[in-house]
């Protein structure tokens, strides 16, 4: 498992033999290159996606994995969306979620 945050100047050779790719909601918008190079190297990615309202875009085609605030209506937004697992829950940490 790696955050978006720790990967560097090499963001495919970071996630490389990596299991999960840790994104925050307000790293979204830098995290096309590595949301990219974690298909290609069939990294997982989880996005902790609390304090905001996900708008669709192409960042849910990568995500297998997003956590959302508790009043959120997780399936619909699964259904819609197509990510693997959303989950609305304010307290737990994302980690707690990971397969």
């Known amino acids: 498992m790696i955050h978006f945050a720790d990967l560097g100047d090499a963001p495919r050779d970071a996630l490389q033999g990596k ?21 290609l190297e069939d990294v997982l990615v989880a996005v902790d996606h609390r304090g905001s ?12 994995l997003l956590l959302v605030d508790e009043n959120t209506d997780a399936e619909l937004l699964q259904q819609q969306s197509g990510i693997t697992k959303v989950i609305a829950q304010n307290t737990d940490e994302i980690k707690q979620f990971l397969w």
């Open 19 to 39: 299991r999960w790719l840790i994104v925050k909601v307000e790293e979204l918008h830098q995290a096309s290159g590595a949301l990219m190079f974690s298909e």
């Open 53 to 64: 309202t996900p708008e669709e875009g192409l960042w849910m085609r990568a995500v297998h």
